[in-house]
Each structure stands twice: as structure tokens, then as C-alpha cells.
């Protein structure tokens, strides 16, 4: 089967020329949005042959695509603190961390304007978050494994509560972000899990 342009991970020259490639989509996401997203100009940002780019990569949206993989590539890795609370207390303060970054934050916010009607953006965004919530749900398996939540919890809905509030402010309220909230959202998410709330129903029933 043909590899999609942009999934290839060689090493050496043409790694430093994807970093380069990459580099250049972020800046231009941040500056101009999607619409942004020329490839001779990419090429000519990252100071790379436009041959390259478009042999590689052949439409804007394979680059943002690819640029969402590396972002998944490169994200922190999850906490142990040995308790849920304080794993998921890491897990809201480096969401709001990243949601604050002048850089990072901007870019997120050109990367889901974009997702919105660009379907493989969209996509590759699904993809980027799904990788964080398998990385970061674990956390509430081992929860459960203490007897801190109950069988049946599902993690992966207890990592999406902890960022949908967090999102909700960077993306709809425009409230602020810091610390406290992180720790408030996260707080919350732990007591209703605590409390059974993503306690997955049996045989698809509820109740």
C-alpha cells in the first residue's frame, strides 16, 4: 500500500529538512492561518527546493497533518504521582501551559479554526488528541487498580474532563487560564470519577 505523502520518518538530511518544513508551517499557521499554508512559500521559509516539499508533502493539508503527528511526537510525556489527583493535576497544568505559550497557543488555535472545515486536518487533529488521552489515561487504570474509582471507570472520558473546561475558556469564554483552574478542573474530574460518574454502563444500558 502507497504511503500518504508527509509519513515517512527517515533520519539525517531529510529529517532536518521535515524540522525545517515543519518549522516553517507552524510560523506560517500562527501568522496567516490555513489559508496560510502556500508550499512555495513554505519551502521558501525553510529554505528547502519547493521540489522537496511538494514531492513530499503535495497539499497543505498533508503538511498540517503531519505537522499535528510531529506535535504528537514531541508531547511531554504523562506524570505518576502516585495518586489520581495529582496525575491529573498534571495533566491540567501542562494542557494550560501549553494553551498559554504564546507560540503554542496560537498555533492550536490555527490548527482547530482550520480542522473545522478542512477534513484531513481535522483528522490528523483527532488523531493528535487521541494519541494524548491513550497516553494520559493509564493514570485512572492505575486509580482503579488502588481502589480509588470504582471498576468499569472509563479513563479515556476522565482525561476528557479534565481538558474540556480548559479548552472551553481558550477557545469560547475567553476567561483566564493559570494553575488554580488547571488544579479546579482536574479536582473536579477526580471526584466525580471518585463518585462513579464514568463508570461505563453495562451492556450499553444505563442505570
Avoid at 510560523?27 to 490555513?34: P, Q, R
Wanted: proline letters at 4%.
Amino acid at each position: 500500500m502507497e504511503t500518504p505523502p508527509g509519513t515517512l520518518r527517515p533520519g539525517g538530511r531529510t529529517a532536518r529538512v521535515r524540522l525545517a518544513v515543519l518549522r516553517a508551517a507552524e510560523d506560517a499557521l500562527i501568522e496567516c492561518g490555513f489559508d496560510g499554508i502556500d508550499l512555495a512559500e513554505i519551502a521558501r521559509r525553510a529554505e528547502v527546493g519547493k521540489t522537496t516539499v511538494y514531492r513530499r508533502w503535495g497539499t497543505p493539508s498533508a503538511l498540517v497533518a503531519d505537522l499535528l503527528e510531529g506535535m504528537a511526537e514531541q508531547s511531554v510525556a504523562r506524570a505518576e504521582t502516585g495518586s489520581l489527583d495529582g496525575d491529573l493535576r498534571a495533566n491540567a497544568r501542562l494542557v494550560v501551559q501549553t494553551l498559554t505559550d504564546e507560540r503554542q497557543g496560537a498555533l492550536f488555535k490555527a490548527v482547530i479554526a482550520a480542522a473545522t472545515g478542512e477534513e484531513r486536518t481535522a483528522e490528523a487533529l483527532h488523531r493528535f488528541y487521541a494519541t494524548r488521552i491513550a497516553e494520559w489515561a493509564p493514570c485512572v487504570t492505575q486509580a482503579v487498580e488502588r481502589g480509588e474509582v470504582p471498576e468499569g471507570t472509563d479513563a479515556s472520558e476522565v482525561i476528557r474532563a479534565v481538558s474540556a473546561p480548559l479548552y472551553y475558556r481558550f477557545l469560547a469564554s475567553g476567561d483566564p487560564l493559570s494553575e488554580e483552574v488547571a488544579d479546579l478542573a482536574a479536582h473536579a474530574a477526580c471526584c466525580a470519577a471518585r463518585a462513579g460518574a464514568y463508570v461505563e454502563p453495562k451492556n450499553g444500558l444505563a442505570g
